[in-house]
């Protein structure tokens, strides 16, 4: 077996509620609460879940753009948490991320050139000559082209955006990168383009992914395992073969049979799920799926 290269323990995000004339904490968002899983050397792990289950939140806090509440994050066999501003800096390099939305993500007063060349000058790798040349080598890497460099990002479109956040990721040669919905506000077509460009990359430079979204075929096509969160906990985690042939807890049952089939002739009995999710300010006790679980019994409410 690969050894880890990405090891988180225990991570805990609690976001503080601020309330009352002196905005004195009154309660907190349990947004993720108490994550365990690794990534291994070249792999692809899927991280799979609803809407508002957590997801972004352990993307970020694994690379410390959120300071975790508690947890270790081990990279290398070192743990990030205990790190120092520069020390952190300098880990940076190995570590990067693809935002979601590659229009926020972008400085609408830059040229290409200088977003996808600024990780370089700040590391002071390149400058002149030479960071125009490396910039030149990212923009082909991604499908772009020298007549881009000295455009803006508006003049662009978003699957085009999405490959110049790729490629000022891969800027500094890092050996793990977040990918943080990096397709869902693209067209279907689109979609396709940028995953085969980014499974292309891994292939070529030995890339470590952490895939977070909530599609499933696209998680499907990207991993190589896959970790399934509900409310701040992930409660499955299995290859990606294993858990496409059958899914052990009822969330994930429910989750996989929402999946469309493609034929209006296969008819297939669902789970349609109680209630709404619960709130993250008051999670259940337990198991957090018990309110909504059709086979719940007693004690999943307290273990």
């Not at 910039?135 to 455009?151: A, F, I, Q, T």
Request: a positive charge; hydrophobic letters at 40%.
């Amino acid at each position: 077996m690969t050894e880890a290269l990405l090891e988180v323990k225990g991570l805990k995000k609690h976001f503080p509620i601020q309330g009352g004339v002196i905005s004195r904490t009154v309660g907190y968002v349990y947004a993720v609460d108490g994550v365990t899983f690794d990534v291994r050397k070249g792999e692809t792990l899927g991280l799979v879940g609803e809407s508002g289950c957590g997801k972004t939140t352990v993307g970020r806090c694994v690379l410390r753009l959120l300071e975790p509440t508690t947890g270790e994050v081990l990279f290398e066999n070192r743990d990030i948490l205990t790190l120092n501003d520069k020390q952190m800096r300098k880990l940076r390099a190995n570590m990067q991320i693809v935002f979601q939305d590659p229009y926020a993500s972008l400085n609408p007063r830059w040229t290409i050139k200088n977003i996808v060349g600024e990780p370089l000058l700040v590391n002071k790798i390149a400058r002149g000559e030479e960071l125009r040349s490396r910039v030149l080598e990212l923009l082909k890497r991604v499908g772009l082209s020298e007549d881009h460099m000295s455009r803006f990002a508006h003049e662009f479109s978003g699957g085009q955006r999405q490959r110049i956040g790729i490629a000022r990721a891969l800027a500094l040669n890092p050996k793990f990168i977040v990918l943080d919905e990096p397709t869902s506000s693209l067209d279907v077509s689109v979609q396709a383009q940028t995953l085969n460009i980014i499974r292309n990359l891994q292939h070529d430079l030995g890339l470590t992914y952490l895939f977070i979204s909530h599609n499933l075929s696209v998680i499907k096509h990207m991993s190589d395992r896959i970790a399934v969160m509900y409310l701040g906990k992930i409660v499955e985690l299995a290859p990606k073969q294993e858990l496409f042939k059958r899914q052990l807890h009822p969330y994930t049952q429910a989750l996989f049979q929402a999946i469309p089939i493609p034929d209006p002739e296969i008819q297939r009995k669902r789970v349609i799920l109680k209630g709404d999710v619960p709130s993250p300010v008051n999670p259940p006790k337990g198991c957090r799926f018990h309110p909504r679980c059709p086979i719940a019994i007693e004690e999943c409410s307290t273990v």
